[in-house]
């Protein structure tokens, strides 16, 4: 069955992208199917009042739970994830893109203003497991941009949206590191040349030129991702270098 992405927000053209490109044949592959919802289709008043002034005072607005409530009844099949982007969320990273592509589908709750009332996530981990993540260390002005960024990461890992599985596998953070410097024609280009070993032709040179690189770059760029290695992740060499 296609992976079913739904995303209950109060800027539904936000979306749109989700139907371009990669995941757009996707879709028309049969491989993802996409819903995008207004959440003032579940407002009850003539105004369509989506938001309320936060309890103990304070800037901004919060959304409304009920709204909410009758939305994801709706939209959220029993059992199914349910994201909440929120920069008040743990990190997002690519063990929970893999994990959740192996899911049936994802909900997506977005958020704009101050938030949504908690209750909402509360009330919903009741029928499912719900994630509340942040997708970096900054401050957007609502969830919608942020579903872009994690439906993009999810559905390239589903069998097929994808078409060169190596592409996927020898990706940065699928091993902890990051992915080492790329190169085509032509050879030398206005001065620079590129790396002889990857021009010899030998390829277990190369394997090993591209494990030294990736190290090097993760050392420079990301000592943290280092540090989280497992114990076993690096020879005795790759450490003392
Ligand atoms: Cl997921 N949402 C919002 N509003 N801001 C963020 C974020 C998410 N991740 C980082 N900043």
Not at 36 to 45: A, F, G, K, P, S
Not at 141 to 170: C, H, K, Q, W, Y
């Amino acid at each position: 069955d296609a992976f079913r992405i739904d995303v209950v927000t109060i800027f539904p053209e936000y979306l749109a992208p989700l139907r371009q490109s990669l995941l757009g044949k996707a879709i028309e592959r049969g491989l993802l199917s996409v819903g995008v919802h207004d959440l003032r289709e579940w407002t009850d008043d003539v105004h369509r009042t989506v938001d309320d002034a936060p309890y103990g005072g304070g800037p901004g607005m919060v959304l409304k739970p009920e709204p909410w409530g009758r939305a994801l009844e709706a939209v959220r099949p029993p059992g199914t994830r349910l994201v909440v982007p929120t920069p008040a969320g743990r990190p997002f990273t690519q063990r929970m893109a893999a994990e959740w592509a192996t899911e049936p589908g994802l909900v997506f709750a977005c958020g704009r203003y101050e938030g949504i009332d908690q209750r909402v996530a509360d009330w919903a981990a009741g029928a499912g497991p719900v994630s509340e993540v942040s997708i970096g260390d900054y401050v957007l002005a609502g969830g919608e941009s942020a579903v872009l960024v994690m439906t993009e990461a999810v559905t390239r890992l589903i069998p097929g949206v994808v078409g060169n599985r190596e592409s996927v596998e020898f990706d940065s953070h699928a091993d902890g590191l990051l992915e080492g410097p790329s190169y085509t024609r032509p050879a030398t280009w206005r001065g620079h040349e590129v790396p002889a070993v990857l021009l010899s032709g030998d390829h277990a040179g190369i394997a090993r030129w591209r494990r030294a690189e990736s190290l090097r770059r993760t050392a420079a760029r990301r000592p943290d991702l280092l540090s989280a290695l497992p114990g076993d992740a690096l020879t005795d060499a790759e450490r003392a270098a």
